[in-house]
Nanobody, 125 residues
Framework: VQLQASGGGLVQAGGSLRLSCAASGFTFDDYTIGWFRQVPGKEREGVSCISSSDGNTHYAESLKGRFTMSSDNAKNTVYLQMNSLKPEDTAVYYC???????????????????WGQGTQVTVSS
């Protein structure tokens, strides 16, 4: 089982990045897939997720309107389009897969299930 996150980098405030998460070794459609982020020394934060039960996408309230998550089931890949980036968006972004409820997982970002290695996003002011 593998989740490979990519697409991070350095961007100026107001810019955009698109992260990708390629999954392999499990049945993609059966899992809730989530994006999370973490700054060293701070708690992990739920960003967005796609529910396996209904295909709906959920977002952290503070990120709605700027971040968009999508999936390509044929490629076993999810994406996170991040627009209007702010310095406070700087973090390591992780993708993960589990059977947890999407909305609950965002609120309580437990590290369970399958996790990728993370990709660094740095937003300069």
């Amino acid at each position: 089982v593998q989740l490979q996150a990519s697409g991070g980098g350095l961007v100026q405030a107001g810019g955009s990045l698109r992260l990708s998460c390629a999954a392999s070794g499990f049945t993609f459609d059966d899992y809730t897939i989530g994006w999370f982020r973490q700054v060293p020394g701070k708690e992990r934060e739920g960003v967005s997720c796609i529910s396996s039960s209904d295909g709906n996408t959920h977002y952290a309230e503070s990120l709605k309107g700027r971040f968009t998550m999508s999936s390509d089931n044929a490629k076993n890949t999810v994406y996170l389009q991040m627009n209007s980036l702010k310095p406070e968006d700087t973090a390591v972004y992780y993708c993960a897969a589990d059977h947890l409820s999407c909305s609950s997982w965002l609120i309580f970002p437990l590290r369970r299930g399958y996790w990728g290695q993370g990709t660094q996003v740095t937003v300069s002011s």
